[in-house]
């Protein structure tokens, strides 16, 4: 089973993402912890939110109180719904919330039947729960629960100290050795589909590789040269030809990782996870700079590729708790490049059938549900996400607002374009 923490402000968004799957049929309140229920047995957005409220006024130093953990055991574990209520509860006792109000969500939108549960950190008096490596602790509950309910382990990760993989940095010197330093071991530890995959991959350490196509005695051969790149993704070094970094950086071993990785990606549950931690961080936030940075938190890069004219062509996620790359499309229509280029490109976020409630967002979702206050829809952006310990290899080391700003720029330009 494997756990994952959000920690954030937006106590409304994480209630209405949850509700959102209810009421398309793909999940259910399965139960509540200290929390009164209702006479009907039916809730709302509003009734939940008041039940927080004690807690919250109370508070008066915590930033980020509200947490939105998700459950996840395999898939091939057949578990019922009063021992899912059990395992949500034994791990809430053991990560000491077991006095604290929170919901327990079951999700059925994805291959994997799994649980959101919404808590708060502060108790009732004001003060927080301590949280020091709670990532670490949530791991050893975890181990502990799939060996008491018979669940299959999840997979165990390498730690940050077996991924000591540093980005380049041309202007050092000696780039062939720092090169060489990740392109020789990277296929050991991450699993990759595509040529376009693995530069996604790449680039966050600051190199690309190029497949160079000819001719050897009338034969057709290809081979693969690697670059590094500056700060903003522009080549900063001469070619150097992947034989000399040895076999597993050439193209032939890499045809082959990417035929294993197709295989050993396509019964992975890390792939409905990821899908699962994406739609939730898309669902309480409305552009890339925000979308970028909760995902990061949760361990996973998301590499946005773009034409001259800004039209986004290419979305990759990169999940470093599994080490696995993926497609946007490959996750869902609401995870492609189409989808991304009309929500941030156009400002709006699109119609989509299998996005949110499963039909089309005909309605705004204010109009969806019962609130307290329409006001708190202003807050729905608020960061909601923050990670738990997850392996993020360093990057070009992004300037979110700068790839905002340069964005914005590119539309007015091409609006410009358009008047003359």
């Not at 055991?73 to 791990?91: G, H, R």
């Not at 950190?121 to 791991?139: A, L």
């Not at 890069?301 to 290419?314: A, F, K, S, T």
């Not at 995870?335 to 009309?342: H, R, T």
Request: glycine fraction near 8%.
């Amino acid at each position: 089973m494997i756990a994952k923490i959000g920690k954030g402000a937006n106590l409304y968004g994480v209630i209405t993402y949850n509700f959102q799957k209810v009421a398309s049929e793909n999940g259910e309140i399965l139960g509540l912890n200290n929390m009164p229920e209702s006479f009907d047995g039916t809730y709302s957005v509003s009734y939940l939110m008041k039940c927080f409220d004690p807690y919250l006024t109370a508070n008066n130093k915590t930033e980020k109180p509200i947490r939105h953990i998700s459950l996840n055991p395999d898939p091939n574990d057949k578990v019922v719904d009063d021992d899912l209520i059990n395992i949500a509860n034994e791990y809430m006792k053991k990560m000491g919330f077991g006095n604290q109000p929170y919901i327990i969500f079951k999700h059925t939108d994805i291959e994997r039947t799994h649980m959101h549960i919404v808590t708060t950190c502060v108790k009732s008096d004001g003060k927080k729960i301590p949280d020091y490596n709670d990532h670490g602790k949530s791991m050893t509950i975890c181990r502990n629960i799939e060996e008491e309910y018979g669940l299959l382990p999840a997979t165990e990760k390498l730690t940050k100290d077996e991924l000591n993989f540093r980005p380049v940095n041309h202007k050092k010197g000696n780039i062939k050795s720092q090169i060489s330093a990740v392109v020789r071991y990277i296929p050991q530890h991450y699993q990759f589909q595509t040529l376009g995959g693995y530069n996604a991959l790449l680039s966050l350490f600051n190199i690309t590789a190029e497949e160079v196509k000819g001719e050897i005695q009338g034969q057709p051969k290809s081979g693969l040269v690697y670059f590094a790149l500056d700060e903003k993704g522009n080549k900063a070094s001469n070619p150097f030809k992947a034989s000399l970094f040895g076999k597993k950086a050439g193209m032939e071993f890499l045809l082959s990782h990417f035929e294993e990785s197709k295989i050993a990606m396509k019964s992975s549950p890390a792939k409905s996870i990821l899908k699962n931690t994406c739609e939730s961080v898309l669902a309480i936030t409305n552009s890339e700079i925000e979308f970028k940075k909760q995902l990061a938190k949760q361990g996973i890069n998301i590499v946005v590729r773009r034409n001259d004219e800004g039209r986004i062509y290419g979305v990759t996620f990169i999940d470093h708790e599994s080490h696995s790359v993926w497609n946007g499309s490959q996750l869902g229509k609401n995870l492609s490049a189409n989808f991304f280029n009309e929500y941030w490109s156009i400002g709006a976020r699109p119609l989509s059938d299998d996005y949110g409630t499963g039909q089309k967002n005909d309605l705004p979702i204010h109009k969806l549900f019962d609130f307290i206050d329409e006001g708190i829809l202003t807050n729905l952006t608020d960061n909601f996400i923050e990670g738990t310990g997850s392996m993020i290899p360093g990057s070009q080391g992004e300037d979110f607002e700068e790839i905002d700003f340069e964005n914005r720029m590119k539309r007015k330009s091409k609006r410009k374009r358009r008047k003359l």
